[in-house]
């Protein structure tokens, strides 16, 4: 039995393809290794590492801002 895309459905695969897509351009075109120094401590690290590192460091510290956030209003409708 052949299943049939619906509209929605066909848009939201030829997004992800379009989004893949770009991702692997970001990915190939950012390998060049870059030197980190902080301090007394230095690394060399591919880019893309770099920006992944930044990326999820940001992500982190926005949910936990934005639980801190919902914690208080939470307790203040109380």
């Given at each position: ?11 939201k ?10 991702l ?34 940001g ?20």
């Amino acid at each position: 039995m052949i299943q049939r895309r619906t509209p929605i459905e066909k848009i939201k695969l030829i997004s992800l393809g379009v989004i893949a897509f770009l991702l692997a351009i970001f990915l190939i075109q950012n390998l060049k290794i870059v030197s980190i120094n902080f301090l007394f401590w230095g690394m060399d690290l591919p880019r893309i590492v770099l920006v992944f590192i930044i990326f999820t460091t940001g992500a982190i510290f926005g949910v936990i801002i934005f639980s801190m956030y919902q914690k208080k209003r939470i307790k203040k409708t109380r």
